[in-house]
């Protein structure tokens, strides 16, 4: 996938701290046109610990997903730096002026430093309608899908011309028994009116493969990816073996900057599996990456 995506290099995010207003609608870069697959990297300048901030960009209507991936920067040695992507959501906004995804990032660190993010969009591989949900309301649902990297994403329907319409995927997970394999989702309209969505269900090859060892039934597997080019994105997901009936989440992830004893700065992605149910005591995942390279 990776040389298959073309790079843009913004200048200057639209950047959201809480309590600051929102910025003017900034066009998508011509060219980028539904079912182009595209990135765009950002920059979020010095953070200080446990603080979060919002990002958005205006992108096409209704044919990707977007997920964003993050390079830290500034750490010093022994003092890391690491940052979380904690939400991200897509606004339809009113008056049918285009569709907006947003995302918050957070300096989980111990130290002030910054992060660069990469934001990349993959084009829709299948899609289904969810109606209409009223602020606040979540939905579960489920998409049979096959082998693969699969991700969702949202255009959100039902704006009015004063309203923007507002909807997270809050969750997903993966189930699996021996004949077939489910990506189940949480869907919530975290918007001011009742409004639907069209889910944009995205699939890529997997550049990157690699077993977890057997996760007991309610536990949670930890593991960190070490010597990431500071340029690649990741998208990624952690089905269970085909084998008997699992269930796994990938509760956490966040991404690290550190400086090792030789001087030499390291990238490492951080996940975090849980097993939600199982039939056996325990179950396997599969961790399977799309890297995406700038």
């Known amino acids: ?13 639209a950047v959201v701290v809480a309590g600051l207003a929102a910025p003017a609608a900034t066009a998508a870069p011509p060219g980028i046109v539904g079912g182009a697959q595209a990135s765009w990297v950002f920059d979020s300048g010095p953070i200080a610990p446990g603080v979060s901030e919002n990002h958005n960009w205006k992108v096409p209507d209704g044919q990707e997903a977007y997920q964003v991936s993050l390079s830290p920067y500034g750490a010093l040695v022994g003092k890391p730096c690491q940052f979380e992507v904690t939400r991200l959501w897509y606004v339809q906004l009113k008056d049918n002026l285009g569709r907006r995804v947003w995302w918050t990032v957070k300096n989980v660190g111990s130290q ?3 992060t660069s993010m990469l934001l990349t969009g993959n084009p829709k591989h299948q899609s289904f309608t969810q109606s209409a949900l009223d602020p ?8 049979n899908i096959n082998s693969g990297v699969w991700s969702v994403g949202l255009s959100p329907t039902g704006a009015t011309s004063t309203k923007d319409c507002a909807m997270e995927v809050t969750r997903t997970w993966q189930l699996t028994n021996a004949t077939k394999r489910q990506l189940w989702m949480t869907l919530k309209n975290v918007g001011t009116i009742p409004c639907g969505t069209t889910v944009i269900m995205t699939r890529t090859t997997a550049d990157v493969t690699q077993l977890t060892p ?9 593991n960190a990816l070490p010597n990431v080019s500071p340029t690649v994105g990741y998208w990624f ?11 796994l989440e990938v509760t956490r992830d966040f991404w690290e900057q550190r400086i090792n004893s ?9 996940y975090w599996v849980k097993n939600l149910d199982s039939e056996d005591p325990y179950c396997v995942g599969n ?8």
């Open 1 to 13: 996938m990776g040389s298959r995506i073309r790079m843009l290099v913004v200048g200057a995010a």
């Open 112 to 114: 002030t430093c910054g």
């Open 136 to 143: 606040g309301q979540t939905w579960n649902t489920v998409w």
């Open 214 to 222: 057997p996760i007991a039934k309610s536990d949670t597997y930890t």
């Open 237 to 247: 997901g952690v089905p269970p073996v085909l084998m008997t009936y699992c269930k």
């Open 262 to 270: 030789d001087l030499i700065a390291e990238r490492r992605f951080h």
């Open 287 to 294: 961790l399977v990456i799309d890297k995406v390279t700038g």
